[in-house]
């Protein structure tokens, strides 16, 4: 089961930097949102905040991820078939 999650493709790597491009532009315009738009009534703001943090550690936590499986053995194999 965890050999198929390793699994590692053109498409793979391409998702991974595109996921973490994603949360980190995501967790700047939640910080943007924060600051400028969101009351300060409920805890709003630092909801927001913490969800923008989060995005904002989860963002460099994938593309280490995905180049850490791509220089796993095996993978420089499958990663030679690209078009880059």
Do not use: D, N, W
């Not at 600051?35 to 905040?49: C, D, G, R, W």
């Amino acid at each position: 089961m965890a050999h198929q999650l390793l699994i590692l493709g053109c498409r793979t790597m391409r998702e991974g930097v595109v996921v973490s491009f994603v949360f980190f532009v995501a967790a700047v315009l939640l910080f943007l949102a924060a600051t400028h738009v969101v009351p300060a009534v409920a805890y709003a703001q630092q909801i927001v905040l913490l969800l923008a943090l989060v995005l904002m550690i989860l963002a460099p936590v994938v593309l280490i991820s995905t180049f850490l499986i791509s220089v796993l053995p095996g993978a420089r194999e499958k990663l030679e078939k690209c078009e880059h």
